[in-house]
């Protein structure tokens, strides 16, 4: 049983588009409310190998001081981000500086061959390892008239308007097919426009850089202070912990964020958990949870805590949206399906769906995180109110995008010990 109330973490969806946005932007930028991930400290590490430096103040806020892209550095590594290597490549190539791009554990096996395909029609030369990294590129990107496919990742996308942008781009048009997870290029453009960039999204179809669009004038000048937002994706946890283990409030999740996640909410809704929404803060608790159906296509990320939160629920949940699960740092559907199966727990994959019979027997168990920090999450969540004790063995995986993530569980009274 947990009760308790505990801050949801820093998005470091939210803290690497404004790493981003700080690097492109003349002067000083104060990031408040700063995530401490692996990705996020990533971030930090290549934003500052591509010219800004980074200070920590009293407050815990970081200040930033960049004069644009000036790379310092033959190399950055972006660690496992995927956000992060889709991200800053572009941003990278703004440069006449050749830049080796690099990543770390199961990034070098993701593809990047739309690098290849795009960047050589930007003026940008390219090699890469068959479409994986390591890549090898340099600018500078000149902004034209292309169109790109945006069914793998919409993170791509991100990386091309933010350089886009920052390169001047006017009158021209990233044209875009199969567009995914467009509530994450909801919050990029949210980011740009707290920046000062201006785009038009067309239908998330094509996105026009006007004739006074963009940066026409070269990098923004400071725009002062921005705050990273709550982080829905980890949040996602937290709640489905308190759908099925007991009563718990978190804090500093904001129900009007454009970020992909806050779907969760409506899968909860769905199931018939008790849910109290309140001004910045979400107070949940188990009630009798029913199956539920789920389009998860948008937002992959919620897949682990939705696995969780339906195998506690009566009948079998039906979540759509496993074609997006192959390239992330496991195999998500078949690591779920795995792990879940040693929880007694059974799901099927079929075509785009995954099936996830509900059960009254949850069983602790040995599990891996398959070196995925929502899988161990995942896992533990779903050990909460499981017979027995449940291991996770590389539980370490969580830093990558929630480091806090056990010492919050205990803090809400969960027994864990870590050897």
């Known amino acids: 049983h ?9 998005s470091k969806s939210s803290m690497q588009r404004a790493c981003a946005a700080a690097l492109l932007t003349t002067g000083k930028t104060i990031i408040l409310n700063p995530g401490s991930s692996n990705d996020d400290l990533a971030a930090l590490e290549v934003i500052q190998k591509l010219g800004a430096t980074v200070k920590k103040n009293d407050d815990g806020s970081l ?10 550095s033959d190399e950055i590594n972006c660690g496992e981000s995927g956000l992060g290597i889709r991200m800053f490549t572009p941003l990278a190539a703004l440069s006449a500086h050749r830049i080796l791009i690099n990543g770390s554990g199961s990034l070098v096996t993701r593809p990047m061959d739309f690098f290849d395909e795009i960047f050589p029609a930007l003026g940008i030369f390219i090699t890469s390892r068959g479409g994986k990294l390591p890549l090898l590129i340099q600018g500078p990107l000149v902004p034209r008239n292309i169109e790109v496919d945006g069914s793998l990742s919409s993170q791509f996308l991100t990386g091309l308007l933010m350089a886009f942008a920052a390169a001047g781009a006017s009158d021209v048009s990233i044209t875009v097919r199969g567009l995914k ?13 707290e920046f000062g960039w201006k785009v038009e999204n067309r239908n998330y179809e094509e996105f026009y850089f006007g004739e006074k669009g963009g940066l026409s004038a070269g990098p923004l000048e400071t725009k002062g202070s921005c705050t990273v937002e709550g982080d829905w994706s980890g949040g996602a946890f937290l709640l489905v912990a308190g759908a099925i283990a007991g009563e718990i ?11 992909a996640d806050k779907a969760i909410m409506q899968a909860l809704e769905d199931c018939g958990a008790k849910v109290n929404v309140r001004t910045n803060s979400i107070t949940i608790s188990p009630a009798d949870l029913k199956a539920f159906t789920f389009d998860a ?31 992330k740092e496991s195999n998500r559907s078949i690591s779920l399906q795995e792990e879940f199966r040693k929880m007694n727990v059974l799901i099927d994959l079929a075509g785009d769906h995954m099936y996830i019979h509900g059960t009254k027997k949850v069983n602790g168990a ?12 995942a896992c533990s969540v779903a050990g909460l109110s499981a017979s027995g004790d449940t291991r996770i063995d590389d539980a370490q995986a969580i830093d990558k995008s929630y480091p806090d993530f056990f010492e919050d569980l205990m803090a809400l009274g969960t027994v864990v010990s870590i050897s």
């Not at 947990?2 to 820093?10: D, F, H, K, V, Y």
């Not at 200040?63 to 310092?72: K, Y």
């Not at 040995?366 to 999450?377: L, T, W």
């Open 249 to 259: 409030v978190i804090n500093g999740l904001d129900v009007s964020s454009t970020q």
């Open 63 to 72: 200040m930033i001081e960049s004069a644009g892209i000036a790379p310092v």
């Open 2 to 10: 947990i009760t308790g109330s505990i801050q949801a973490p820093s």
């Open 181 to 193: 997870s467009k509530p994450y290029i909801d919050l990029t453009l949210q980011v740009m426009k």
């Open 297 to 327: 296509t948008d937002c992959p990320d919620l897949f682990p805590p939705l696995v969780a939160l339906a195998a506690y629920c009566n009948g079998t949940t039906v979540i759509k949206g496993i074609s997006r699960l192959a390239h």
């Open 366 to 377: 040995a599990v891996h995180s398959h070196h995925d920090h929502r899988i161990a999450m």
